[in-house]
């Protein structure tokens, strides 16, 4: 993935993860790659990702079970 210089990174993970989501490759109520998954892929610091996965459950478009993993909200 190219990062633009623009926008924080973490908004460009977000970003990123809305589309998967919206092309229907993670489905409601499925789960997620993991953080460090995601971190891996993107090449990116995990505390990155990890603000990228806080900002979509804030918005409500992800959420987590505690020791199981994020899901697609409804």
């Not at 990062?3 to 589309?19: G, H, P, R």
């Not at 900002?55 to 409804?74: C, D, M, P, T, W």
């Amino acid at each position: 993935m190219e990062f633009s210089s623009t926008k924080s990174i973490y908004i460009q993970i977000a970003d990123y993860m809305c589309d998967c989501i919206m092309m229907g490759k993670w489905k409601v109520n499925e789960k997620i790659i993991s953080i460090r998954e995601l971190a891996v892929e993107l090449e990116v610091n995990p505390n990155t990702a990890m603000r990228a996965f806080e900002h979509l459950q804030s918005r409500g478009i992800i959420y987590n079970k505690r020791g199981i993993g994020y899901f697609v909200a409804e």
